[in-house]
Nanobody, 122 residues
Framework: QVQLVESGGGSVQAGGSLRLSCVASGFTFSSYWMYWVRQAPGKGLEWVSCLSDAIGATYYKDSVKGRFTISKDSEKKILYLQMNSLRPEDTAIYYC???????????????RGQGTQVTVSS
């Protein structure tokens, strides 16, 4: 059974930091593109970052470049998102997702977790 379980969300003030984790199981972690996406209140899904071990690639949404870092521990099958210099506009539910393909701005991931809430106050 495939599972993606996020944790690490919370409430912080602007300028603060959080580290999100996503524990994966039930699929070949190293073979999949791993994604972080978010959904702000009243808005649709928004891609944040993604990573592929197979081709050694990491990509970021422009607004998070230099502030967020995606990484993974392949042995433990955990995906991370280190978020620094948080802004109120980063407030959203953050989901991790997995797919064998690079999907760009498409959101039909093969697997997606239940999400963790991040709230940034000004």
């Amino acid at each position: 059974q495939v599972q993606l379980v996020e944790s690490g969300g919370g409430s912080v003030q602007a300028g603060g930091s959080l580290r999100l984790s996503c524990v994966a199981s039930g699929f070949t972690f190293s073979s999949y593109w791993m994604y972080w996406v978010r959904q702000a209140p009243g808005k649709g899904l928004e891609w944040v970052s993604c990573l592929s071990d197979a081709i050694g690639a990491t990509y970021y949404k422009d607004s998070v470049k230099g502030r967020f870092t995606i990484s993974k521990d392949s042995e433990k099958k955990i995906l991370y998102l280190q978020m620094n210099s948080l802004r109120p506009e980063d407030t959203a539910i953050y989901y991790c997702a997995a797919d064998p393909r690079y999907l760009g701005s498409q959101y039909d991931y093969k697997y997606r977790g239940q999400g963790t809430q991040v709230t940034v106050s000004s």
